[in-house]
């Protein structure tokens, strides 16, 4: 499974939008994006994933730049109940056989 | 519709002792993959199960291991424990087949004194 690059931490203000990029220089034609975030003391939670089209759901955006080597989960307008630490991943998708190999993530920090 | 099940919650052992931790996978879900979490890290993989066999490991020690039931609930048993597994163990859930969207428990926290 490709590496991913994030940054360790960001900050946004409540209301506002919050944009998180993950750098996936090294993806494979067959690998998608995923996006999971973890609160604290609880489990990762399945947020959004995308091949090479942009997507959205109720939770949040995702853009995938044209090269696939790069992309940005956006939280429209988030709130405090958004501080959590948000992975990006990539890996094999449409099989059991891709396993899920999460780094540090960003932390986002939601301010009032 | 249940989530994924993690038991005990909370467990605290000793150095060199067995630990035997629980998971039930949500409901229509037929792989689980286990995770270790130390603090302040991202989750690392130990391994997957589906149809009741091993499928992918990650870099743990044979002292992890684990099993698969007919039903898909799956153990992680760790034996000789080292101070160095205390951390918040997490089991997750897929469709075999699917995106490999994860569902994940809330984790099982391991102390070992």
């Known amino acids: 499974d490709a590496k991913t690059t994030q940054p360790p931490s960001m900050d946004c203000a409540e209301g506002r939008a919050a944009n998180l990029p993950c750098n996936h220089s090294?993806?494979?034609?067959?690998?998608?994006v995923y996006w999971y975030r973890q609160i604290h003391s609880q489990g990762p939670q399945y947020i959004i994933h995308?091949?090479?089209n942009n997507e959205t759901n109720e939770m949040a955006s995702l853009i995938i730049t044209e090269d696939r080597k790069s992309s940005t989960l956006i939280l429209p307008h988030a709130t405090l109940r958004d501080t959590a630490v948000y992975y990006c991943?990539?890996?094999?998708?449409?099989?059991?056989?891709?396993?899920?190999?999460f780094g540090d993530g960003t932390t986002l920090t939601v301010k009032p | 519709d249940a989530g994924v099940t993690q038991s005990p919650t909370h467990l605290i052992k000793t150095r060199g002792q067995q630990v035997t931790l629980r998971c039930s996978p949500k409901?229509?879900?037929?792989?689980v993959s286990w995770y270790q979490q130390a603090l302040g890290q991202g989750p690392q993989f130990i391994f997957q199960?589906?149809?009741?066999?091993?499928?992918q490991r990650g870099n743990f020690p044979d002292r992890f291991s684990g099993h698969q039931f007919p039903n898909y609930s799956s153990e992680l048993n760790v034996n000789a424990l080292l101070l160095g597994d205390s951390a918040l163990y997490l089991c997750?859930?897929?469709?075999?087949?699917?995106?490999?969207?994860?569902?994940f428990g809330s984790g099982t926290q391991l102390s070992v004194l």
């Open positions: 997750a859930s897929s469709l075999g087949t699917g995106y490999g969207k994860l569902f």
């Open positions: 090294t993806i494979s034609g067959n690998e998608y």
């Open positions: 995308g091949l090479k």
């Open positions: 991943i990539v890996r094999v998708g449409n099989t059991n056989a891709g396993k899920s190999t």
């Open positions: 409901s229509g879900h037929d792989t």
């Open positions: 199960y589906y149809e009741e066999e091993e499928r």
